[in-house]
């Protein structure tokens, strides 16, 4: 009887995994493409995007150098690091009573704590936060060099 009930029970699990074949149709509206090369059009004549920088967000980290409630001091800051430092975009960020100059767009903690290392003697209290951030560009050009 055993034998029985596990050959039916193998029988069913059998053709139920044979059942899951079959074939997935998306289905869109054609106005979807158009919208999205609306939306890059107007990026692009807007200037709001740079040619090889994408439009997408997403989350990663960013190193604070600095923060006080003088605005003066703050912006004193951000312009001494855009002097060391001019390759890095830096940010802004006020919550009330302070400001907060916040640097870099960075995708690991590891590449965020790289540029800690490099920017201690200069700026002594760093921190590192995870927020969104402009996603910056894949390097693909040192890569299919290395090949």
């Known amino acids: 009887m055993k034998i029985i009930l596990t050959f039916i029970c193998c029988l069913f699990l059998f053709t139920a995994a044979f059942a899951q074949k079959g074939e997935v149709t998306v ?13 890059l059009a107007v990026y692009k004549t807007s200037g709001e995007v740079k040619p090889g920088k994408p439009i997408v967000s997403a989350y990663g980290y960013r190193v604070q150098i600095f923060y006080g409630s003088d605005r003066r001091e703050v912006f004193n800051e951000q312009a001494r690091f855009k002097g060391l430092y001019p390759k890095y975009n830096t940010y802004l960020v006020y919550k009330e009573p302070n400001y907060y100059v916040r640097v ?7 590449e965020a704590q790289r540029l800690i290392n490099e920017l201690r003697p200069n700026f002594p209290t760093l921190f590192i936060f995870r927020e969104k951030i402009n996603a910056p560009s894949l390097d693909t050009t040192t890569t299919n060099d290395q090949k």
Do not use: E, M, N, V
């Open 27 to 39: 289905i869109k509206d054609p106005l979807i493409d158009s919208l999205i090369a609306k939306r």
């Open 104 to 110: 870099g767009d960075f995708r690991t903690r590891l």
